[in-house]
Structures are given as structure tokens and as C-alpha cells.
């Protein structure tokens, strides 16, 4: 399954949920969400850089995250942005392919 990391950030109204919830019962919630995206989370973490919380997981296609950032942030309280990662193995099967592509100029 192709991985994705999800970077979010609170939202004053989110942050005010997150203190009521507290931080297990949030990783919960996002665990579910995912899990019924037909994925699965490898790692959530919070953090205090650019973004509130880290989360790498596994979701079936880049259709699957569209639609889980989509009701992430149609919910409210959260702003998140989702990026495909690829893992080593993947980045060595991309470089032995063979592209053909010209330089602008060239």
C-alpha cells in the first residue's frame, strides 16, 4: 500500500478540543479515521514545529487520501495536508527506470 504523511495543524476551535480530548483519545480518532479508510497508521506523533502532529500511514490509493483529507478538514479544527512518501526500496525502482525527457534549451 502506498504510504502518505499527514501534517496538521489546530485550529483555536481544534486546539480547545484537543485539551478537552486530550492527546490518546485524538490518536484514537485519527487511527480510526484511517482504519476505516481501508489504512493503517505506522507512527502519530504531536510536535510543537510548523505542524501540530506527524502521522506516516498506509492508505489503499491516493483516491483513499483525498477523501480522508477531505473530511478531516470539512470537519473543522484541523488543517491538514497529505504527501505521498516513498519508501527507499521504491525511490531505487524509480531511478533504474528509464525516462525519456529533454532539458529545456537542449
Known amino acids: 500500500m ?8 489546530y485550529t483555536t476551535d481544534g486546539v480547545k ?15 480510526h479515521a484511517i482504519e476505516a479508510s481501508g489504512g493503517r497508521i505506522e507512527s502519530l506523533h504531536f510536535s510543537f514545529g510548523k505542524y501540530d502532529t506527524y502521522v506516516v500511514c498506509e492508505l489503499p490509493d491516493h483516491k483513499a487520501a483525498a477523501a480522508l483529507a477531505i473530511a478531516i478538514r470539512a470537519a473543522g479544527g484541523v488543517d491538514t495536508r497529505i504527501t505521498p512518501v516513498l519508501t527507499p526500496e521504491e525511490v531505487d525502482e524509480a531511478v533504474r527506470m528509464k525516462v525519456a525527457y529533454q532539458a529545456p534549451g537542449k
Open 2 to 9: 502506498p504510504k502518505f504523511l499527514l501534517e496538521s495543524s
Open 17 to 31: 478540543g484537543l485539551v478537552s480530548d486530550g492527546g490518546s483519545k485524538r490518536a484514537e480518532i485519527a487511527r
